[in-house]
T-cell receptor, first 113, second 110 residues
Framework: EPEVTQTPSHQVTQMGQEVILRCVPISNHLYFYWYRQILGQKVEFLVSFYNNEISEKSEIFDDQFSVERPDGSNFTLKIRSTKLEDSAMYFC???????????FGPGTRLTVT | EDKVVQSPLSLVVHEGDTVTLNCSYEVTNFRSLLWYKQEKKAPTFLFMLTSSGIEKKSGRLSSILDKKELFSILNITATQTGDSAVYLCSVTSGTYKYIFGTGTRLKVLA
């Protein structure tokens, strides 16, 4: 069964460094998402991406964040200058046009020290 | 502001019990409500509901949506220890945005 994959599974970085989190969505899906989940808290929507552009973003997704789909298969989240509070699990998800169910990747645990 | 509220926050039951998990929502431009199970890492999809009053069922799990009262319930009958997880409710607002509740942590004791 096709699945969403994410790399790396765990990333440790120092405050102020840039990180790129990578996702390979399911191949025939059209909508792509990034979420974060701070330990013990709820899943928070960051951004949705459709037709090679951002379709919606949350207040969390400020100028330090960017997304790209550079080659038609990978979907990346870049955090430009990491802060301690960026430490969280980051999930990628994708869905086909319809229905609206999303399929989540296994997540990348980001630890900022 | 869009919001999704789940209750209870946590629940401890014994194997064989039946549980009911609640999800209420206030969102602009409601499209669908989804239930997920989250064990160790990524949420896994359980149900998607778009129409009021139509029960979705999968084995011992079932769910129903009330669009007039803006809530949904997830029922689990004859619970097993493998049902222990966090159950997440998510609502789509418009075409692109999904809003999650805080989840209900269910623990099933043998």
């Amino acid at each position: 069964e096709p699945e969403v994959t994410q790399t790396p599974s765990h990333q440790v970085t120092q405050m102020g460094q840039e990180v790129i989190l990578r996702c390979v969505p399911i191949s025939n899906h059209l909508y792509f998402y990034w979420y974060r989940q701070i330990l013990g808290q709820k899943v928070e929507f960051l951004v949705s991406f459709y037709n090679n552009e951002i379709s919606e973003k949350s207040e969390i997704f400020d100028d330090q964040f960017s997304v790209e789909r550079p080659d038609g298969s990978n979907f990346t989240l870049k955090i430009r200058s990491t802060k301690l509070e960026d430490s969280a699990m980051y999930f990628c998800a994708s869905r086909p046009g319809h229905p609206y169910e999303q399929y989540f990747g296994p997540g990348t645990r980001l630890t900022v020290t | 502001e869009d919001k999704v509220v789940q209750s209870p926050l946590s629940l401890v039951v014994h194997e064989g019990d039946t549980v009911t998990l609640n999800c209420s929502y206030e969102v602009t431009n409601f499209r669908s409500l989804l239930w997920y199970k989250q064990e160790k890492k990524a949420p896994t999809f359980l149900f998607m509901l778009t129409s009021s009053g139509i029960e979705k069922k999968s084995g011992r799990l079932s769910s129903i949506l009330d669009k007039k009262e803006l809530f949904s319930i997830l029922n689990i009958t004859a619970t097993q220890t493998g049902d222990s997880a966090v159950y997440l409710c998510s609502v789509t607002s418009g075409t692109y945005k999904y809003i999650f509740g805080t989840g209900t942590r269910l623990k099933v004791l043998a």
